[in-house]
């Protein structure tokens, strides 16, 4: 699997998100979380696209437009790019998250 830095992963989605949504940074990101197909990245810019095809915006990516090669292997394509982490351990989880709110300049909230 994926063994890259969570910089270098997330870089890798932020400019495919640049290339194939410009402007996705305007999206709502007041509530992120990573392991939520509703409020991840992709399930926060995506919202309204997986809202018409009745699917969480992470699906939506995953069903409609990665490229045929990409598509055979959905959730590599995701840990590559970020958006999904790896490997499956809640640090891995915690540090891609933080990496996205550091490119989106949002606060880690703590926990009470």
Not at 13 to 42: M, Q, T
Not at 58 to 78: C, G, I, K, M, Q
Not at 79 to 103: C, I, K, N, T
Request: hydrophobic content about 40%; proline content about 4%; glycine content about 6%.
């Amino acid at each position: 699997m994926d063994t890259e830095p969570a910089a270098s992963r997330v870089a890798l989605g932020v400019a495919w998100l640049n290339e194939n949504k410009p402007g996705w940074r305007a999206a709502d990101f007041e509530y992120l979380d990573i392991s939520s197909a509703a409020h991840c990245i992709l399930g926060r810019v995506f919202e309204t696209e997986g809202h018409k095809h009745h699917k969480k915006g992470y699906f939506y990516v995953l069903e409609h437009l990665l490229t045929e090669d990409d598509a055979r292997y959905p959730n590599r394509w995701a840990m590559r790019h970020g958006f999904l982490w790896y490997p499956p351990e809640e640090e891995a989880e915690d540090e891609l998250e933080e990496e996205w709110s550091q490119v989106l300049g949002l606060k880690k909230l703590e926990a009470a």
